[in-house]
């Protein structure tokens, strides 16, 4: 069924770009938006969270301290 969506032309080029990047037509960006707003699929952060769900919560605190070297800047990195 068509439909007529009527956005400022500001919002047009955001959609146009972010539907390029995505590799969609911005008809399909916007079906997906809609699909992801309503429920019928799990957004990106919905599926990561699912997936990371295999690690108990002291594996995961135990990993966050690990990955806390990586935050670290020497400067001897970078002469």
Same mark, same amino acid.
């Given at each position: $069924?068509p439909?007529? #969506?009527?956005?400022?032309?500001?919002?047009?080029?955001? #959609?146009? &770009?972010?539907?390029? &990047?995505?590799?969609?037509? &911005?008809?399909?960006?916007? @079906?997906?938006?809609?699909?992801? &707003?309503m429920? @019928?699929?799990?957004?990106?952060?919905? $599926?990561?969270?699912?997936?990371?769900?295999? $690690?108990?919560?002291?594996?995961?605190?135990? #990993?966050?301290? +690990? $990955?806390e @070297?990586? +935050?670290?800047?020497?400067?001897?990195?970078?002469?």
């Amino acid at each position: $069924m068509p439909l007529s #969506l009527r956005i400022p032309p500001e919002t047009e080029k955001l #959609l146009r &770009k972010a539907a390029q &990047k995505a590799g969609l037509t &911005k008809t399909a960006f916007i @079906l997906d938006a809609i699909k992801e &707003k309503m429920g @019928l699929v799990k957004s990106r952060e919905h $599926m990561i969270r699912d997936l990371a769900g295999w $690690m108990s919560p002291e594996e995961s605190e135990e #990993l966050r301290k +690990n $990955m806390e @070297l990586f +935050n670290q800047i020497s400067d001897g990195d970078w002469t």
